[in-house]
């Protein structure tokens, strides 16, 4: 018996789940990549995302209530590599001056790949006229490109200068 053709809608239920579990492994590390930060508002920023993450956690679950579906993971080989390169640069340049530097590299690979996603989920959601699920996931789109650019900001004016400075 021929598979089923699968539908947009259930492609973005699954995106749901991946980007939901997602989330939930950035909750868990961000604590650890303030803990890990030398400087001062790299901590803060990572301390400051970790509220908004929650927040976003929070929208997800609107979203799955909009498509009356219980808010669960999937499990995203992306997101957990791209967790543990940044728990590898935190072991490995622990105390050294390119630490928060590596932090901040690993922080914006995370932003990237939650851009994208929200980006995509957006899209969908606005094909399928989710118009409720558009505006959380737009909500949260913007909070992602935000911390983005403050990140390309704490890198450009002082942490990949400190970085640089403290190795000469």
């Known amino acids: 018996m021929p598979k089923a053709a699968k539908t947009l809608d259930e492609l973005f239920h699954d995106t749901l789940k991946d980007i939901f579990y997602a989330e939930k492994k950035i909750l868990a590390a961000l604590p ?11 901590k803060a920023a990572f301390e ?3 509220t908004e993450t929650e927040e976003q956690v929070s929208r997800l679950e609107q979203v799955f209530g909009i498509l009356e579906k ?3 993971g999937k499990k995203c080989p992306a997101i957990d ?12 340049y622990k105390g050294s001056p390119a630490l928060d530097s590596g932090l901040l590299a690993a ?8 851009i994208s996603r929200y980006g995509t989920l957006r899209t969908w959601a606005t094909e399928l006229g989710l118009s409720e ?22 890198a450009e ?3 990949n200068q400190e970085a640089k400075s403290e190795a000469a």
Do not use: R, S
Not at 32 to 42: G, H, S, T, V
Not at 107 to 114: D, G, L, M, N, T
């Open 133 to 154: 699920a558009v505006q959380l996931l737009e909500t949260t789109l913007k909070e992602e490109k935000k911390t983005d650019e403050a990140l390309t900001e704490l």
């Open 32 to 42: 650890k990549m303030a803990k890990a930060a030398q400087n001062p508002d790299l």
């Open 48 to 50: 400051k995302h970790e």
């Open 70 to 72: 219980k808010p669960q």
């Open 81 to 92: 590599g791209i967790i543990q390169e940044g728990q590898e640069i935190a072991k490995e």
């Open 157 to 159: 004016t002082c942490v």
């Open 107 to 114: 922080a914006q690979a995370v932003e990237h790949y939650e």
